[in-house]
């Protein structure tokens, strides 16, 4: 609110006789309240309050036909986990892409501009199904090593799908996720979880879209059952979101 200066002009008063006594009495008032106002002026040790543990830009990573929007529910657990929004980034891309030839280059750029953004040394991923493929193969082949601390798949086909077969014929993302088809042939390879990325999978025998279900986990992750779950339920399932966030800000 803008102030207002306002001048006020006292009263005068008038001034009273004084006897010596009287100036005794008010030199050593002036002295007591000197004193004091001397005591409450002195500065105060004050303890900082502790800054809150630094945390890594958060790359959110779409599914196949889908968009950034699927990630609203997963900004709002993380923003009330305190994290600052400019530090919360979602990418978007083109599901019917090759996830080795195209997608994975276009991943590393777009990171690469998050951490010139925010002047971060590293990210964390967090990928929905698909997303989970150019991802890793960024990670895996590119420059991710580097860049990712924690990688994070949610339902993703890291063996494959068997549905994926379904659309296969036009669709190159759709192959991709094909069990044994190049990217997953040469993701898997030994070790399917290169250090120094930590890496994490949410998975859930009821996922209708991962066949079998049991393809998100890989060996040396941190595997995460989450029974009852259907694919597209890890997107705003509150527990998962707040393992999640507990995993982003090291809780």
Same mark, same amino acid.
């Given at each position: 609110?803008? /102030?207002?200066?306002? +001048?006020? +002009?006292?009263?005068?008063?008038?001034?009273?006789?004084? %006897?010596?006594?009287?100036?005794?009495?008010?030199? /050593?008032?002036?002295?007591?309240?000197?004193?004091?106002?001397?005591?409450?002026?002195?500065?105060? $040790?004050?303890?900082?309050? #502790?800054?809150? =543990?630094?945390?890594?830009? &958060?790359?959110?990573?779409?599914?196949? !036909?889908?968009?950034?929007?699927?990630?609203?529910?997963?900004?709002?657990? #993380?923003? %009330?986990?305190?994290?600052?929004?400019?530090?919360?980034?979602?990418?978007?891309?083109?599901?019917?892409?090759? +996830?080795?030839?195209? *997608?994975?280059?276009?991943?590393?750029?777009? &990171?690469?501009?998050?951490?010139?953004?925010?002047? $971060?040394?590293?990210?964390?991923?967090? $990928?929905? %199904?698909?997303?989970?493929?150019?991802? /890793?193969?960024? @990670?895996?082949?590119?420059?991710?090593?580097?860049? @990712?601390? !924690?990688?994070?798949?949610?339902?993703?086909?890291?063996?494959? +799908?068997?549905?994926?077969? *379904?659309?296969?014929?036009?669709?190159?993302?759709?192959?991709?996720?094909?069990?044994?088809?190049? @990217?997953?042939?040469? #993701?898997?390879?030994?070790?399917?979880?290169?250090?120094?990325?930590?890496?994490?999978?949410?998975?859930?025998?009821?996922?209708?879209?991962?066949? =079998?279900?049991?393809?998100?986990? *890989?060996?040396?992750?941190? !595997?995460?059952?989450?029974?009852? *779950?259907?694919?597209?339920?890890?997107?705003?399932?509150?527990? &998962? #979101?707040?393992? &999640?966030?507990?995993?982003?800000?090291?809780?």
């Amino acid at each position: 609110m803008r /102030r207002t200066a306002q +001048t006020v +002009t006292p009263a005068t008063p008038t001034a009273p006789a004084t %006897s010596p006594t009287a100036v005794r009495s008010t030199v /050593r008032t002036a002295l007591v309240v000197a004193s004091a106002a001397a005591l409450l002026a002195a500065p105060v $040790a004050v303890t900082p309050a #502790l800054a809150a =543990p630094a945390t890594n830009p &958060v790359v959110l990573i779409h599914g196949r !036909n889908a968009d950034p929007g699927v990630w609203g529910t997963a900004i709002d657990v #993380l923003l %009330s986990k305190g994290y600052d929004r400019s530090r919360l980034f979602t990418w978007s891309y083109d599901t019917s892409l090759s +996830t080795n030839e195209t *997608l994975a280059d276009r991943l590393s750029a777009y &990171v690469d501009q998050v951490l010139a953004q925010t002047g $971060a040394a590293k990210v964390d991923i967090v $990928a929905h %199904s698909l997303g989970s493929l150019p991802s /890793r193969w960024y @990670v895996k082949f590119g420059n991710g090593s580097r860049t @990712v601390k !924690n990688w994070i798949s949610l339902a993703g086909p890291n063996h494959g +799908t068997g549905l994926a077969w *379904l659309c296969a014929a036009w669709d190159q993302g759709c192959r991709d996720m094909t069990p044994g088809s190049y @990217v997953v042939s040469h #993701l898997n390879r030994t070790p399917e979880t290169p250090a120094p990325v930590h890496y994490w999978t949410f998975w859930s025998p009821a996922d209708e879209q991962i066949t =079998p279900a049991s393809s998100t986990r *890989l060996d040396g992750a941190t !595997n995460t059952e989450v029974p009852g *779950l259907k694919h597209n339920d890890f997107l705003g399932n509150a527990a &998962v #979101l707040a393992r &999640v966030a507990a995993v982003l800000t090291g809780g």
